[in-house]
Nanobody
Framework: QVQLVESGGGLVQAGGSLRLSCAASGRTFSTYRMGWFRQGPGKERVFVAAVNWGGSSTLYADSVKGRFTISRDDARNTVYLQMNSLKPEDTAVYYC?????????????????WGQGTQVTVSL
């Protein structure tokens, strides 16, 4: 089966940057829309960012607009989340997810394949 393999998480000080990567093994995901979600300590899993197939449309949660950028490289079967100006409230497990459909969506139920998650910790 196709697997989503995430990398790039770690420890960073407030104001710093990280880039998360999500690579798909198996067949390509060039025709799938992709998204990033996160789950902080004691909180629900919430939407972060999404990109449609082709990369022409993006969607961001209000909490990360202007700081995070989602992009994709379909030739490498990889989606990225560039995170700048990180804040302690960004601390969470970040999940990559794949969705079959048109446009972009922030609904977790629209995504049928999920990665294992990668920890991002932002300290003061």
């Amino acid at each position: 089966q196709v697997q989503l393999v995430e990398s790039g998480g770690g420890l960073v000080q407030a104001g710093g940057s990280l880039r998360l990567s999500c690579a798909a093994s198996g067949r390509t995901f060039s025709t799938y829309r992709m998204g990033w979600f996160r789950q902080g300590p004691g909180k629900e899993r919430v939407f972060v960012a999404a990109v449609n197939w082709g990369g022409s449309s993006t969607l961001y949660a209000d909490s990360v607009k202007g700081r995070f950028t989602i992009s994709r490289d379909d030739a490498r079967n990889t989606v990225y989340l560039q995170m700048n100006s990180l804040k302690p409230e960004d601390t969470a497990v970040y999940y990559c997810a794949r969705s079959l459909g048109a446009g972009v969506t922030n609904r977790p139920d629209d995504y049928e394949l999920w990665g294992q998650g990668t920890q991002v910790t932002v300290s003061l």
